[in-house]
């Protein structure tokens, strides 16, 4: 069984930034893959970014790409989503994700342990 705790939301003026991070504990952080997904409301959860399990591969959304990074540090167990030059279209609960693989999936359902969620709202 694997935790996840996001933290780093927040309210945010468009344009702004923010730095979410996802803190799993349970059992070895570099055996998984991670996602960050994001669930506005009436919507269906979306795709954002993931991490191979050495962090030296990443995949990101079109709607985020050149202003999301996604990181990881293996020592801390802790995956980082940098997001720069915020919209109010990023307004979410954003969801980080274990994936018991080399490499992560931009389908939610390949996905094993979900965090609890943490709310991105930009103002206009």
């Known amino acids: 069984q694997v935790q996840l705790v996001e933290a780093g939301g927040g309210l945010v003026q468009a344009g702004g930034s923010l730095r979410l991070s996802c803190e799993a504990s349970?059992?070895?952080?570099?055996?998984?893959?991670m996602g960050w997904f994001r669930q506005a409301p009436g919507k269906e959860r979306e795709f954002v970014a993931h991490?191979?399990?050495?962090?030296?591969?990443?995949v990101y959304a079109d709607s985020v790409k050149g202003r999301f990074t996604i990181s990881r540090d293996n020592g801390k167990n802790t995956v980082f989503l940098q997001m720069n030059n915020l919209t109010p279209e990023d307004t979410a609960v954003y969801y980080c994700?274990?994936?018991?693989?080399?490499?992560?999936?931009?389908?939610?359902?390949?996905?094993?342990?979900w965090g609890q969620g943490t709310q991105v709202t930009v103002s206009s």
């Open positions: 994700a274990a994936r018991s693989s080399l490499t992560g999936s931009s389908s939610w359902y390949a996905y094993d342990y």
């Open positions: 349970g059992r070895p952080f570099s055996n998984y893959a």
């Open positions: 991490i191979n399990r050495s962090g030296v591969s990443s």
